[in-house]
């Protein structure tokens, strides 16, 4: 069964992360899966939350909004704070990031990443994931005390698969998320360990089979992802890159 944009089940979207895309945060990227673009922020703030004071190491936090018009329809600005759904997505993001940090090494400092969706098209909260790494080792690159302090363990980057039509995709756009009968997320380390792997059957149970197959594919994808935040990592004098 051909997928609507032509992609071989085993093919991303095309991805892009363009770092330093606005101003004044200390880290910020635009992470462009396909059609979903996520911008993501980094800010330093040299305390940390009451429950960590004195205890000489750093927080790791996440919050996620969607624009009201990032979908085909207008959705509400979420003015009484987050829903349901974007709180389940920020403590995710927060979780990801925090597996690969070492907080010992941060100091009393707490990073804010701030995710805000700006178009979505499925994949939102692995896009997020995925630019957020990128915008919070750029932040931290910029604090003159860790210049020499390997704060971050590895890299981490998240992405979706699915099953439709008894075929295994990887990266579903959202006419595919909307149909699929398995429908899962998996956040992996640049190690190739688990983070988080969020799976449901939307339509029929699967087997373990099924799982070991979908994690495979999803591990494929993640090592590209990983690969594209190094090669931006590494070349620190250039703002924009695509896998």
Same mark, same amino acid.
């Given at each position: 069964?051909?997928?609507?944009?032509?992609?071989?089940?085993?093919?991303?979207?095309?991805?892009?992360?363009?770092?330093?895309?606005?101003?004044?945060?200390?880290?910020?990227?635009?992470?462009?899966?396909?059609?979903?673009?996520?911008?993501? %922020?980094?800010? $330093?703030?040299?305390? +940390?939350?009451?429950?960590?004071? #004195?205890?000489?190491? /750093?927080?790791?936090?996440?919050?996620?909004?969607?624009?009201?018009?990032?979908?085909?329809?207008?959705?509400?600005?979420?003015?009484?704070?987050?829903?349901?759904?974007?709180?389940?997505?920020?403590?995710?993001?927060?979780?990801?990031?925090?597996?690969?940090?070492?907080?010992?090494?941060?100091?009393?400092?707490?990073?804010?990443?701030?995710?805000?969706?700006?178009?979505?098209?499925?994949?939102?909260?692995?896009?997020?994931?995925?630019?957020?790494?990128?915008?919070?080792?750029?932040?931290?690159?910029?604090?003159?005390?860790?210049?020499? %302090?390997?704060? $971050?363990?590895?890299? +981490?980057?998240?992405?979706?698969? #699915?099953?439709?039509? /008894?075929?295994?995709?990887?990266?579903?756009?959202?006419?595919?998320?909307?149909?699929?009968?398995?429908?899962?997320?998996?956040?992996?380390?640049?190690?190739?360990?688990?983070?988080?792997?969020?799976?449901?059957?939307?339509?029929?149970?699967?087997?373990?089979?099924?799982?070991?197959?979908?994690?495979?594919?999803?591990?494929?994808?993640?090592?590209?992802?990983?690969?594209?935040?190094?090669?931006?990592?590494?070349?620190?004098?250039?703002?924009?890159?695509?896998?």
């Amino acid at each position: 069964m051909p997928r609507p944009d032509g992609r071989a089940p085993d093919q991303l979207r095309p991805v892009r992360v363009t770092r330093d895309y606005l101003k004044h945060p200390e880290g910020s990227v635009l992470v462009e899966f396909g059609d979903t673009k996520v911008i993501c %922020t980094a800010s $330093l703030e040299e305390k +940390v939350p009451q429950f960590l004071k #004195g205890q000489g190491q /750093g927080w790791v936090t996440a919050e996620y909004a969607m624009l009201p018009r990032a979908t085909n329809t207008r959705g509400n600005r979420e003015n009484r704070g987050p829903s349901g759904r974007s709180q389940e997505i920020q403590r995710l993001v927060g979780r990801a990031l925090r597996a690969v940090t070492d907080r010992s090494k941060m100091g009393e400092r707490t990073v804010w990443v701030d995710c805000d969706v700006i178009q979505a098209d499925g994949g939102t909260r692995t896009a997020a994931i995925t630019g957020s790494f990128v915008a919070v080792a750029d932040a931290l690159a910029r604090v003159p005390a860790l210049a020499n %302090t390997p704060v $971050l363990r590895d890299c +981490v980057a998240a992405i979706s698969v #699915g099953v439709i039509g /008894g075929q295994p995709l990887l990266d579903l756009n959202y006419v595919e998320d909307s149909s699929a009968a398995v429908d899962m997320n998996v956040v992996m380390t640049g190690a190739g360990e688990f983070v988080e792997v969020q799976g449901t059957a939307e339509q029929v149970p699967f087997n373990r089979a099924r799982l070991d197959g979908m994690l495979a594919l999803a591990e494929t994808g993640i090592r590209l992802l990983v690969s594209l935040q190094k090669h931006a990592l590494a070349k620190r004098s250039e703002r924009s890159f695509t896998l």
